[in-house]
């Protein structure tokens, strides 16, 4: 349920649920952090599961903030046995990083950069809202804007949500972002709005059985902007 908050917030109060979808949601997103907190840099949950405003068709999405060996990450996952369904390799535009998308059970994908994060990048997890598994063990949830560019505002009962067009520097201020970074996620959005889904330089899916290291090889082979993209040491 939801009660109206002036002119341009609402406030959404979670049903039972609710709390119950997003307690489970958490409890697999630390199965999983936990398999590799053990890595470096330290991956996090961004998004819904770390807002909270979530629904039962909610991915996991856990966010490796800079680059890190593909094969690091497969060794944990195949040590703590997360089935790994199938996985992604994109690269967006000439100006974004190259990723690395795993597309486990129960709507788990975990994303490694293959390449440097842009500025906007590097700052979209504190945009979208990011917890640590030590966060969600303590229960905390953090504001962040959700992809209908609403802003969300965690409380004790649910949440405010807000449209963030024409409040762009106070969503900045709050999130710790530049405004660049929330004028560039909100210019994509109302695109991809606009347009729907809009097409990849380079994007690759693959079985599981098929090995990453190759199939990163094979697609840089095919285009050498991408070759030149991507470090050696995931050639």
């Known amino acids: 349920m939801w009660q109206?908050?002036?002119?341009?917030?609402?406030?959404?109060?979670?049903?039972?649920?609710?709390?119950?979808?997003?307690?489970?949601?958490?409890?697999?997103?630390?199965?999983?952090?936990?398999?590799?907190?053990?890595?470096?840099?330290?991956?996090?949950?961004?998004?819904?599961?770390?807002?909270?405003?979530?629904?039962?068709?909610?991915?996991?999405?856990?966010?490796?903030?800079?680059?890190?060996?593909?094969?690091?990450?497969?060794?944990?996952?195949?040590?703590?046995?997360?089935?790994?369904?199938?996985?992604?390799?994109?690269?967006?535009?000439?100006?974004?990083?190259?990723?690395l998308v795993f597309q486990l059970e129960f709507n788990v994908k975990i994303t490694v950069p293959l390449s440097p994060l842009t500025p906007a990048e590097k700052e979209f997890p504190l945009y979208a809202g990011r917890v640590f598994l030590t966060d969600i063990r303590r229960g905390q949830r953090v504001p962040g804007v959700n992809k209908f560019l609403q802003f969300i505002q965690p409380t004790r009962e649910g949440h405010i949500e807000w449209y963030i067009v024409g409040r762009e520097e106070e969503v900045a201020r709050r999130l710790g972002v530049s405004l660049a970074t929330v004028l560039e996620r909100k210019h994509f959005r109302l695109k991809r709005l606009r347009e729907g889904k809009s097409g990849f330089i380079v994007?690759?899916?693959?079985?599981?059985?098929?090995?990453?290291?190759?199939?990163?090889?094979?697609?840089?082979?095919?285009?050498?902007?991408?070759?030149?993209?991507?470090s050696d040491k995931f050639l």
Not at 91 to 99: D, E, N, Y
Not at 203 to 230: C, M, Q, T
Request: aromatic share 8%; with cysteine.
């Open 4 to 99: 109206r908050r002036g002119n341009s917030e609402r406030y959404v109060i979670y049903s039972e649920e609710h709390w119950e979808i997003l307690n489970a949601l958490r409890r697999r997103a630390v199965e999983v952090l936990t398999c590799l907190e053990a890595l470096r840099p330290e991956p996090c949950v961004v998004g819904s599961v770390a807002r909270g405003d979530v629904h039962k068709d909610s991915d996991i999405d856990i966010f490796f903030e800079e680059e890190v060996a593909p094969s690091i990450v497969l060794t944990r996952m195949d040590i703590c046995r997360l089935e790994l369904l199938w996985y992604e390799v994109i690269w967006a535009s000439p100006s974004t990083a190259v990723k």
């Open 203 to 230: 994007h690759g899916k693959f079985d599981p059985s098929y090995p990453v290291e190759k199939a990163v090889r094979e697609l840089a082979e095919k285009n050498s902007l991408l070759r030149r993209k991507i």
